[in-house]
């Protein structure tokens, strides 16, 4: 039976996506101290299954984009597991490093590259612990990098781990009991003084659930958050371009178009970012984006309704409307029509304003009565109701947006 305090619901659902496991670690008063994210899918696998490398990445990107605001509610660090080939690849975890806990596994071998990663992790302020360690010389410079000393109660004697602990008491790390499944073990592990506890005997992993975004549409989530900054930054933008190859090239073909033709041909995507501009790479950002995820008719009709509500801002009675703002909340109330994802999912991983997001969600303040007028016009004309009582500008801006928006598809 479980010792510490319950966790919060996970809010599962059968629709949902497994998305990973979460078992909560304690300190010495039962507090939630950290919680290990681990590796699950919809078919039951586990990291050793689908193979480190992989686990990893997908346990990254599930927790980047779908499950972060769900392990905040633990009010405690994740402890993640990072693969070898992940810590050495000069990326670095997305996210704010006091919101983590790097676990270094005995798998990994602690040569020249692995410590140098891990030195400019540790430079750029993540904390480390170290998992089934094997206290090996060899270890001893990532020792003086980590924080905590994890001891698998399962495979480590007890007097062993005590030796081990008298060993390195010089080191100001906190030592972490882990597979604790019994009272005893807890109380063995308590009284000798140890930090941390983790194992069956406190809580099992727990299924968190959520829905998963497509790493295309996370890559248009990042842009969209890019491109709508009050002072976007060309060479960030320009790079989360590049990850996305099918974009990049429909970009370059474009800029070389009739449309934007010069004498000087444009090959990179820096170039093409500046010969257009953010306004027009706004809109053939979000209108290739669109075509790569839904049907022509769905996207056409989401990108009319972006561009009346720009147009019909301007007519807003009350406080000034931004045009740019108003396209943004027209063209995000269908994005999952257009992309194919869960709405809140999708509008949770954008990095832009709450009110952008409450307009295009629940239509609320100025923005989200201006998509809601747009959107009620919308209906009428797909039922084939009499416009004669509708507002004539009204009618004449909507018609004006679906021929700026064709003029933009017979370019793509």
């Given at each position: 039976m479980?010792?510490g305090?319950d966790?919060?619901?996970?809010?599962?659902?059968?629709?949902?996506n497994?998305?990973?496991?979460?078992?909560?670690i304690?300190?010495?008063?039962?507090?939630v101290?950290?919680?290990?994210?681990l590796?699950?899918?919809d078919e039951g696998?586990?990291?050793?299954?689908v193979?480190?490398?992989?686990?990893?990445?997908e346990?990254?990107f599930?927790?980047?984009?779908?499950v972060?605001?769900?392990?905040?509610r633990?009010q405690?660090p994740a402890?993640?597991n990072v693969s070898?080939s992940f810590?050495?690849?000069g990326a670095?975890?997305?996210i704010d490093?006091?919101?983590?806990?790097?676990?270094?596994v005995?798998?990994?071998?602690?040569d020249?590259?692995v410590?140098?990663?891990?030195r400019?992790w540790?430079q750029?302020?993540?904390?480390?612990a170290?998992?089934d360690?094997?206290?090996k010389?060899?270890?001893?410079?990532?020792?003086?990098?980590?924080?905590i000393?994890?001891?698998d109660?399962e495979?480590?004697?007890?007097?062993?781990?005590l030796?081990?602990?008298?060993?390195?008491?010089h080191?100001p790390?906190?030592?972490?009991a882990?597979?604790i499944?019994t009272?005893?073990?807890?109380q063995?592990?308590?009284?000798a003084?140890?930090d941390?506890?983790?194992g069956?005997?406190?809580?099992?992993?727990?299924i968190?659930?959520?829905?998963?975004l497509?790493?295309?549409?996370?890559n248009?989530a990042r842009?969209?958050?890019?491109?709508?900054a009050?002072?976007p930054d060309i060479?960030?933008i320009?790079?989360?371009?590049?990850?996305?190859?099918?974009?990049?090239v429909s970009?370059?073909?474009?800029?070389?178009?009739?449309?934007?033709?010069t004498?000087?041909?444009?090959s990179?995507?820096?170039?093409?970012v500046?010969r257009?501009?953010i306004?027009a790479?706004?809109?053939?950002v979000?209108?290739?984006s669109?075509?790569?995820g839904?049907s022509?008719?769905k996207?056409?009709l989401?990108l009319?309704?972006?561009?009346?509500?720009?147009?019909?801002?301007?007519?807003?009675?009350?406080?000034p409307?931004?045009?740019g703002r108003?396209?943004?909340?027209g063209?995000l109330?269908g994005?999952?029509?257009?992309l194919?994802?869960?709405l809140p999912t999708?509008?949770?991983a954008?990095d832009i304003?709450s009110?952008?997001?409450?307009a295009a969600?629940?239509?609320?303040g100025g923005?989200?009565?201006?998509?809601?007028?747009i959107e009620?016009?919308?209906r009428?004309?797909a039922m084939?109701?009499?416009?004669s009582?509708?507002n004539r500008t009204l009618?004449?801006?909507?018609?004006?947006?679906a021929?700026?928006v064709?003029a933009l598809?017979?370019?793509v």
């Open positions: 479980a010792n305090p966790l919060p619901a996970d809010d599962s659902d059968s629709e949902l497994v998305l990973l496991a979460a078992q909560p304690y300190d010495r008063e039962n507090a101290a950290g919680v290990e994210l590796y699950r899918n696998q586990t990291a050793f299954d193979g480190e490398r992989n686990a990893t990445n346990l990254l599930n927790f980047c984009t779908g972060s605001d769900q392990i905040k633990y405690a402890f993640i070898r810590l050495c690849s670095f975890l997305p490093p006091g919101r983590v806990v790097v676990e270094l005995e798998r990994i071998d602690p020249a590259e410590i140098e990663a891990v400019r540790h750029r302020g993540f904390s480390f170290l998992d360690f094997e206290f010389p060899e270890w001893e410079p990532l020792l003086r990098m980590s924080s000393i994890k001891v109660v495979k480590t004697p007890f007097h062993q781990a030796t081990y602990r008298k060993q390195l008491s080191y790390v906190r030592w972490l882990e597979r499944e009272p005893e073990d807890h063995r592990f308590y009284a003084g140890f941390l506890f983790q069956y005997f406190f809580a099992r992993p727990k968190i659930h959520g829905k998963k497509s790493p295309a549409a996370l248009v842009l969209i958050g890019l491109l709508y009050l002072e060479d960030r320009t790079q989360v371009l590049s990850e996305d190859p099918m974009l990049s970009l370059i073909r474009i800029v070389n178009s009739p449309l934007y033709k004498r000087q041909e444009v990179s995507l820096k170039e093409v500046m257009m501009g306004l790479i706004r809109r053939w979000l209108l290739i669109s075509l790569q839904g022509p008719e996207v056409r989401i009319v309704r972006a561009q009346a509500c720009a147009a019909l801002s301007e007519y807003y009675r009350g406080k409307l931004d045009s108003a396209f943004l909340a063209l109330s994005a999952d029509v257009m194919g994802v869960d999708f509008l949770n954008l304003s009110d952008v997001k409450a969600l629940a239509r609320e923005l989200g009565k201006v998509v809601d007028v009620r016009l919308e009428r004309l084939k109701q009499d416009l009582t509708v009618v004449r801006l909507y018609e004006q947006s021929q700026n064709q598809f017979n370019h």
